[in-house]
């Protein structure tokens, strides 16, 4: 009784202190903050949080705790955006995803009540989807039931929502650099600001794309360890039910279809049936998709789309090589890299970091650099191989983006 107060003494504190969903993972700031009007007032923004330095916990049951209320906090806040799926992840509210739809399946789905919002192929990845919005006064998790059972050869699922899984701080100092070592990255979260290393920019969410304080640290992080190309894709803009699985999919295709080799992707769901087909597609054409474990500790479900089969799954070290005490899990672990003591240029500033969004872009640029037999050339490059850093730690000098 006494550890289960402590850790709702713990979780109150935080709670109170970075207005609930400020806190997206451990004190991480919640899917688009600093986004502008509504996603501002109702999520609070990034700037506030990132005023706050939190301590990683020293309890995992904290931890779930913690994420536990954050997301029921997230919802809450979203009420008629957001909507809890039938596994308790946040979703669109209103709103599922068909795959492979055919005009007999949309046909009956309509007379059934769902009507068709949106259907297509996402670009670049031949995947096929429609896109319905559910009868009124029927809940999410009804709404996913009744519809597997009227379509039971088709896939079904609602279109869940991903969160940055790291943190910044104001900050001075410097560290060493590595030389530059070119290639191309392609980056998934939030937008970034135009500079040269910023080949294009697309947005797949409400409005143009936003820069953030999450997107615009990686970008930097991304140029400090050498990389010379980089294309953004904003998948949360204005919208308050930005990085869902749909707009994460259809980021994947636009990077395919400009031929992007390596892809990181610092935000963390449930599993999806479309993005999980996504990115096999993007994989069978070679692409490299590499995914941050999250910062919800080694008690949490698996993250993805770290977990997804074949993707490159990066955990974070501090400056003396240990593993993030909050550092997630997915299914497999692949490398680690600097996730702590580092710093970026931000909004407004160099900033400090913390969490596994910030070792996934490390090990992308790694990637791009060496691009023929990239895979080979880290793990000659990796150190301290085992079972918390994966095949072992890469880009350990990678640790101050410009």
């Known amino acids: 009784m006494r550890q289960r107060l402590i850790r709702l003494g713990i979780m109150a504190a935080l709670l109170a202190g970075a207005a609930g ?24 923004t990034m700037d506030e949080a990132a005023s706050m330095v939190v301590r990683p916990l020293e309890d995992l049951g904290a931890l779930a705790d913690l994420r536990l209320q954050r997301l029921d906090d997230f919802v809450r806040r979203n009420r008629g955006t957001v909507a809890m799926d039938a ?12 795959l492979d739809p055919d005009p007999a399946a ?4 309509e007379k059934s009540g769902y009507r068709l919002m949106e259907q297509g192929d996402l670009e670049g990845l ?40 790291g943190q910044t701080a104001p900050a001075a100092g410097s560290s060493s650099m590595p030389s530059p070592r070119g290639g191309t990255v392609g980056l998934i979260d939030g937008g970034v600001r135009p500079d040269a290393r910023l080949s294009a920019q697309a947005g797949f969410a409400i409005g143009a794309p936003r820069p953030n304080q999450h997107a615009q640290s990686i970008a930097s992080l ?38 992007v080799p390596v892809v990181s992707i610092s935000l963390v769901g449930p599993a999806n049936p479309l993005l999980e087909r996504a990115v096999a597609a993007a994989q069978a054409r070679g692409m490299f998709v590499v995914a941050a474990v999250g910062n919800d500790g080694a008690a949490s479900p698996l993250s993805y789309p770290a977990s997804y089969r074949g993707v490159v799954a990066v955990t974070g070290v501090d400056g003396k090589g240990r593993v993030l005490f909050e550092a997630g899990r997915a299914s497999h672990l692949d490398y680690a890299a600097p996730g702590a003591d580092m710093t970026a240029v931000g909004l407004s ?24 037999g990239a895979l080979a050339a880290l793990d000659r490059e990796a150190v301290g191989a085992g079972a918390r850093t994966g095949r072992g730690i890469v880009c350990n000098a990678c640790r101050k983006g410009i």
């Open 87 to 98: 596994n308790g992840s946040p979703a669109r509210a209103h709103e599922l995803l068909l």
């Open 349 to 372: 500033g160099r900033v400090a970091l913390r969490g596994t969004s910030f070792a996934a872009p490390l090990v992308a640029a790694r990637l791009a650099a060496y691009s023929s």
């Open 21 to 44: 969903p400020a806190l997206a993972q451990l004190g991480l700031p919640a899917v688009g903050q600093t986004l502008g009007g509504a996603v501002d007032r109702l999520r609070g």
């Open 106 to 109: 949309i046909t009956l789905a």
């Open 126 to 165: 031949g995947v096929g989807f429609a896109r319905l919005k559910t009868p009124a006064g029927v809940s999410l998790p009804e709404a996913t039931r009744a519809l597997q059972k009227l379509l039971p050869a088709k896939t079904v699922t609602a279109d869940q929502i991903h969160f940055p899984s």
């Open 222 to 259: 991304l140029g400090g360890a050498g990389v010379a190309h980089v294309f953004a894709a904003d998948v949360y803009g204005a919208d308050p039910a930005g990085g869902n699985a749909l707009a994460i999919a259809k980021a994947l295709g636009w990077m395919a279809a400009q031929r």
